[in-house]
Structure formats: structure tokens, C-alpha cells
């Protein structure tokens, strides 16, 4: 009786073993690019448009090899955009890689570690594109460490290829999908100017012209 026991406690440990080294290999990569993960890449990498609503691309910023080897991204964008009418000026970065290290960089993470400390927690803020879809993404205040510094709002979220979500387990949430994109937006905090918001205006216009550069992934599980 005690030689089955330990012939099933071994079985249990070696199941557990092996399925945390697959979720590990799978999270990072290591056996290799998923066919669909090529395919999303290439396919973000295609140009957008110049201009949309009131936006014109202004510039564009490069990761350092730092950066991407950190985020382990496949491909990426980050671009500045400016309004035409109003002057507000925003970054939006967009990514595309393995779930595991784009779910966990976060902004909470990258700007309190720098030149910025948080506000207040961060909220779901529901974004109406101009194709008709609703989106939730996280939106976050985050306020400067220096006085000739200005205060921030970054908003961000994840995508398999559909709906982008403010995921509140995204390394979870996403766990056993071919790729996982993520979008980051920061603008300087404006003031209101009636219930005008550069940001969601900005999102309005651009996840509509991003979505026919996404790729679904191949398979998702849910907690």
C-alpha cells in the first residue's frame, strides 16, 4: 500500500513539474515563436495611417534593445500624435509578444519607479470607438516628483485581437494564448475643457484604425 502511494505522490509531483516547466516555456518562449505571434508581427508593423479625426503623427520613439529584451516584444509601435485643433499632444505605444512579459510591465511599475508617483488607484474607463465597439482599459493619475514636471494620465489595457480589456490578472487572464498585445497611452493631464478628454478622444479614432492591423490569437483560457 505505501510503495502505490508513493507511485501516485510521484505521478501528482511529476505532472505538477512538468506542467509548471511547459507554462514557464510557454510564457517565455523558450521552445520557440508561435506561428501566430509571427504573423501579428508582421501584420503591426504595417504602417497606419498619417492621420485620423483630429490627430496627426508628429514622431515616433525607439525602444532601446534594454526595453525589448525586458518586454520581450515580437513587435511594436510608439508613436506621438498631436491634435490639429486643440494642440494636446500624446504617446501611445502598442505591442505584441509572448502573454507573460507583456501582461506584467505595467505602468504602475515603469513611471513610480522613475520620476512619477501614483496619484490614486487606478479606474476602468470604457472607451466608444468609431467602428462601434466598447473597450475598458485602465486609466491612471500619476503625479510628478520634480515642481517643472507636469502631472500625467496614462490609460492602458490588453488584447488577444478582439475588445481591449482592463484585465485585472492579465498574466492569468491570458494564459495560454499565442500572443498578447498591449496598449499604453499617457498625455500630459489637461484642463477640463467642458467634458472634452484628449485621451479618449485620441483612443476613439486610433483603436478603430489599429484594429485591422490585430490578429486574433489562437487560444485563451479564462480564470
Known sequence: MRQLTFFLCSLVLLAGTVA???YHGQTSRRWGEQPDERVAADRLETPLPQSFGNWKYKDKNEFSEEVKNVLQCRA???HIYENQQTGD???VAVLVGPHGPVAVHTPEICYSSRDYSIAADREKKTISTKDGREHSLWQLALEPREADQLPLTVLYGWTTGTTWEAAEHPRFSYGGTSHLYKVQVAVISPAKIAEYDPAEDFL???LSELQS????GDHRQKN
Open 20 to 22: 509548471g516547466g511547459w
Open 76 to 78: 511594436y509601435i510608439n
Open 89 to 91: 499632444v500624446v504617446t
Open 204 to 206: 476613439s479614432s486610433f
Open 213 to 216: 492591423k490585430l490578429v486574433e
